[in-house]
C-alpha cells in the first residue's frame, strides 16, 4: 500500500469534537494521499505525539480540531513543499471565521493588528511569502511539518502549554532547520467569544512567554516585557502621581495611540466595534503583562 503524503494529526481534548473534519470532507484533493489522526487526551502535546509516532505520511499536518479549512490547502501545501525542498516547516494565516459573533470578529481585529499582537499579528491576517520565518509567524493550529526532522528536533513539550509550539518551532530554528509562512495555507479558526476567555487566552500567552524562553535557553526580546512595564505603571499610577503628575503623560500617550488604533481598526471593518476595540487593546496589554510577571513571581519563589 502506497504511503500517504499528508498525515493530518488533531489534538482533542476529551470533551470536544473535531469540528475541523467537516471541512477537510470538502478539500480538493485525493483521499487516499492522506491520512486523518484524531488523538483524545487531556494534554495536547501528548496527542500531538502520539499522532506523530503513529503516522505513515512524509508530511505532518498539526491542525486545530476547531479549524475550517481552506479548499485548497493541501495541493498548496504540496506545491510550496516542491518549490522549497529546503524549508522544512512551514504554516500559514488563521483567519476569523465570518461566521463568528461580533464579540469573537472584534478580539480578531484586535489580533490581527501589530498593536494588538505586534509580529504575531501575521499569524491571523495574510501576509507576503517568508521564507525566513520563525515562530512568531505560525502556529500549531495551522503547520506542515516534514516527519524526517522529528529525530533530530524531537516532539513537542508535554510540560509546555500553552506555548509548546513556538517552543517546537524555535527548537528546530535553533537545530538548523529552515521555517516559512506561506499566505496560501490557509484556515478560519474561531476566536474565544466572551470577554473573559479572551483575556484568559492572553493571561496565558504572557505566562508561558519566559517559560519558552527558558527552555530553549534564549534572551527574551525586549519588546515582550512592556506589557509587564505598563501592568506595573498603571497599578502603582495612583502612588507615583503623587510624587509628580508628570507620571501621567505615558498614560495620556497610550491612551492617543489606543484611540489612533482603534479608530482606524473599526473604520476598516466595523465602526461599532470602536469602544470594544479600545477596551480589549487595553486589557490585553495589561493581561499578557500580568501573565508574565505572575511567572516570574513563581519562578523566584520556586529558585529560592
Do not use: W
Not at 113 to 133: C, D, H, I, P, V
Amino acid at each position: 500500500m502506497t504511503k500517504p503524503k499528508f498525515s493530518i494529526v488533531i489534538a482533542l481534548a476529551p470533551e470536544r469534537n473535531a469540528e475541523v473534519l467537516d471541512s477537510l470532507k470538502l478539500v480538493d484533493y485525493l483521499k487516499e494521499n492522506y491520512e486523518i489522526i484524531v488523538k483524545k487526551g487531556l494534554n495536547p502535546s501528548e496527542n500531538r505525539n502520539n499522532g506523530i509516532k503513529e503516522s505513515k505520511g512524509e508530511i505532518i499536518v498539526i491542525l486545530d480540531d476547531d479549524a475550517y479549512l481552506d479548499e485548497n490547502i493541501l495541493k498548496n501545501a504540496e506545491s510550496f513543499f516542491k518549490e522549497h525542498k529546503d524549508i522544512s516547516i512551514v504554516g500559514g494565516p488563521q483567519l476569523t471565521p465570518k461566521t463568528d459573533n461580533f464579540f469573537a470578529k472584534t478580539s480578531g481585529y484586535v489580533l490581527e493588528s501589530k498593536f494588538g499582537a505586534y509580529q504575531m499579528s501575521s499569524r491571523y491576517t495574510k501576509q507576503k511569502l517568508n521564507l525566513n520565518a520563525d515562530e512568531k509567524s505560525i502556529t500549531s493550529a495551522n503547520c506542515f511539518i516534514r516527519k524526517n526532522i522529528i529525530k533530530d528536533v524531537g516532539y513537542f513539550n508535554t510540560n509546555l502549554y500553552p506555548g509548546e509550539d513556538p517552543e517546537f518551532f524555535s527548537r528546530a530554528k535553533n537545530k538548523g532547520f529552515k521555517i516559512a509562512y506561506s499566505p496560501n495555507l490557509i484556515i478560519y479558526h474561531k476566536r474565544r467569544n466572551t470577554f473573559f476567555s479572551f483575556l484568559k487566552q492572553i493571561y496565558k500567552y504572557g505566562k508561558v512567554r519566559l517559560q519558552k524562553e527558558n527552555i530553549n535557553k534564549s534572551i527574551v526580546n525586549p519588546v515582550f516585557l512592556i506589557p509587564s512595564i505598563f501592568f506595573i505603571y498603571v497599578i502603582t499610577l495612583p502612588l507615583t502621581y503623587q510624587l509628580s503628575s508628570l507620571f501621567v503623560l505615558p498614560l495620556i500617550l497610550y491612551i492617543i495611540i489606543n484611540i489612533l488604533f482603534s479608530f482606524i481598526i473599526s473604520f476598516k471593518n466595523e465602526p461599532y466595534a470602536f469602544p470594544l476595540i479600545f477596551i480589549l487593546f487595553f486589557s490585553i496589554h495589561l493581561s499578557y503583562g500580568l501573565g508574565m510577571l505572575i511567572y516570574i513571581l513563581k519562578f523566584k519563589n520556586h529558585s529560592s
